[in-house]
């Protein structure tokens, strides 16, 4: 990697700048910046040959990146990369468990590698095993377990080592939905004791559900970032939906928002108004109706979910880095409600 600097980082975050990783003329990251703060999660998203896996190995020091720089847990990949190893935990996509051993077993095996003490590595398994749910089936081999059991121990295993940082990429993969909340519920209690967790996932409702901040990786860049909230704003098809108790309001309202793209409903006496879902954009909606006298009986606010974020971002009918064209400005509330300026005077 080059010596490109990067500024000073929590020492449990992670900070990454102009991250690059090619193979041949296959660019996988094209100079990617990440900044993750400590004690919360990170998603990363993106769809299939991305750059994700590629990111988390680069991160977790298995591969050099070709250019850039980075901080994991306050420690440089480039030149302490063994203290970055002794801060971090990986759990990759397919469990790394040794169906031959015990749970116990593959406890105390990690524990070994860690060059634990005897007695300390007994008491962190007994510990882990106890705190998933694994203590009743210690003795039993790897082999017999469900697949969420499975995963289970493949996360207490990375535990073994007290790490600062944890990679989880994609750690929910092929779990029934019982199985997957109950991987959330561990992730979120190891974040509530101040472990930073950086995840990949395909499941855009896991993203949703445990992300503090969440970025789309597209083409090998990141092409948005921001909260859930932040990212479903991003893309047009929200709307504010109006009720109205007659159709003599629903008229009114009809007249002063004179809009094109406002859809109207006589028969359930209700308009849809685009919106970025955004606090400006249902204000200036309901000062348009206060200023023209219309009430309406019910509001309610509808924005994208992450798969209109995640379909919209990723390359549909667009060519290669190019710009996205959704963004809260180009639906900011003068721009969706033309009559707001009047009304606001």
């Known amino acids: 990697m080059t010596a490109t600097t990067v500024g000073t980082a929590p020492p449990q975050g992670i900070a990454a700048k102009g991250l690059r990783k090619a193979y041949g003329e296959k660019v996988v990251l094209d100079g990617i910046d990440l900044d993750v703060a400590p004690g919360t999660i990170f998603a990363l998203l993106g769809p299939n040959g991305a750059g994700k896996t590629t990111t988390v190995q680069i991160l977790s020091t298995l591969i050099a ?4 720089s980075a901080l994991v847990a306050g420690r440089s990949l480039e030149r302490e990369a063994d203290a970055v190893r002794s801060a971090i935990g990986v759990t990759g996509q397919f469990a790394a468990v040794d169906d031959l051993l015990t749970a116990e077993e593959n406890m105390l095996l990690v524990a070994d590698l860690l060059h634990l003490d005897r007695a300390e590595g007994r008491r962190r398994a007994a ?3 106890a705190r998933f749910d694994l203590a009743d089936v210690a003795k039993k081999t790897a082999s017999a377990f469900s697949g969420g059991m499975r995963r289970k121990l493949d996360l207490a295993m990375t535990l073994v080592g007290e790490p600062d940082v944890i990679f989880l990429d994609e750690p929910t993969t092929g779990l029934d939905p019982r199985s997957r909340r109950t991987m959330w519920e561990l992730i979120r209690d190891l974040v509530a004791g101040g472990t930073t967790i950086f995840l990949t996932t395909q499941y855009l409702e896991e ?3 445990l992300a503090d901040r969440i970025a789309v990786l597209d083409g090998g860049r990141i092409v948005a970032e921001g909260t859930a909230d932040e ?11 109006l009720r109205f108790d007659d159709i003599g309001q629903l008229e009114a309202a009809v007249d002063r928002l004179a809009l094109s793209t406002v859809v109207r409903d006589d028969e359930t006496l209700s308009l849809q108004v685009p919106s970025d879902g ?8 309901l000062d348009v109706l206060e200023g023209a006298g219309v009430q309406a009986e019910t509001l309610t606010v509808h924005t994208p979910d992450l798969d209109d974020v995640f379909l919209t971002l990723t390359g549909q009918g667009r060519t290669a880095h190019a710009p996205h064209p959704y963004s809260a400005d180009a639906y900011s509330a003068d721009a969706l409600h033309p009559a707001a300026k009047e009304a606001r005077r």
Do not use: F, N, T, Y
């Not at 990146?65 to 850039?68: R, V």
């Not at 990212?231 to 939906?241: A, D, F, N, S």
């Open 278 to 285: 955004s606090i400006s954009a249902l204000r200036a909606v």
């Open 127 to 129: 510990e882990l095993l």
């Open 231 to 241: 990212l479903k704003r991003l893309i047009p098809g929200g709307h504010i939906r």
């Open 65 to 68: 990146a070709d250019g850039g």
């Open 207 to 209: 993203a949703d559900q």
